[in-house]
């Protein structure tokens, strides 16, 4: 991992509106669906859309998926590194407050931010 890059966490909605009515409610109604090393928010929409060629071919990515993904959209939600959870918006990103991973997930979070658990 380069010094700059982060560990991220996509969590794509399982039945996705794509920003149109009630946000889903996370993390109940998502699938985490892989695990990306980026910059920031911004570098991790770039690296989970496919652009020439499926994303998850993309280096730094760690698929928790066996089929292939669909582009990261409008709803779909990334946790950083420290448990901050984003939103994808119609236009940049909205901070979620609340910590409401399982708890399962938070554990493995917290193995990663200290390097264990790779």
Known sequence: MLA???RF???HATNPNFGMGKPKEFPKEYQHI?????????????VTNHVDRPWH?????????KQAP???????????????QWRVESVGWKHLNEMNLP???????ILRMVGEGD
């Open 103 to 109: 708890k399962k997930d938070r554990e493995t979070n």
């Open 34 to 46: 892989a695990t990306v090393r980026c910059k920031d928010l911004d570098d991790v929409f770039r």
């Open 70 to 84: 669909r582009s990261t959209s409008v709803g779909d939600i990334v946790v950083d590194q420290d448990g901050n």
């Open 9 to 11: 966490e996509v969590y």
């Open 4 to 6: 700059n890059q982060k």
């Open 57 to 65: 071919e993309n280096p730094d990515i760690r698929l928790h998926i």
